[in-house]
């Protein structure tokens, strides 16, 4: 059995913004970098890698929906730019997870 690594981010009560459903998101979403990042350490194979982002994509483009909605919902007055910072992480993580199924295939 493969020793544990340490997770890559530890939840942090200070995040909490009072909203339980997007509180337990967020901890959701350190749970699956958390996941990801234990796979990695482990040398997991590209296909489980592959998996967990996948995972990690998808649940982060829900959350950003769900985010922007309430955040439009009361008027946030930096929504465009918050917006804007959701889309390029949303890249960064398809980018990462597109070369991990290229190489995956090499």
């Known amino acids: 059995m493969a020793a544990l690594t ?3 981010v ?3 009560e200070s995040w909490l913004i009072g ?3 997007v ?3 967020h901890k959701n979403l350190v749970s699956l970098l ?3 990042h234990q796979a990695m350490g482990e040398g997991k194979g590209k296909d489980v890698l592959g998996g967990i982002l996948d995972g ?8 950003f929906s ?3 909605r309430m955040l439009e919902k009361i008027g946030y007055p930096d929504l465009l730019e918050h917006k804007r910072q959701h889309i390029a992480l949303t890249k960064r993580c398809s980018i990462f997870n597109r070369n991990l199924r290229r190489a995956a295939r090499a």
């Open 19 to 21: 909203v339980q459903e």
């Open 66 to 68: 769900t985010e922007e």
């Open 6 to 8: 340490a997770p890559f």
């Open 56 to 63: 990690l994509v998808s649940y982060t483009k829900a959350h």
């Open 34 to 36: 958390n996941q990801l």
């Open 10 to 12: 530890n939840w942090n």
């Open 23 to 25: 509180d337990a998101q």
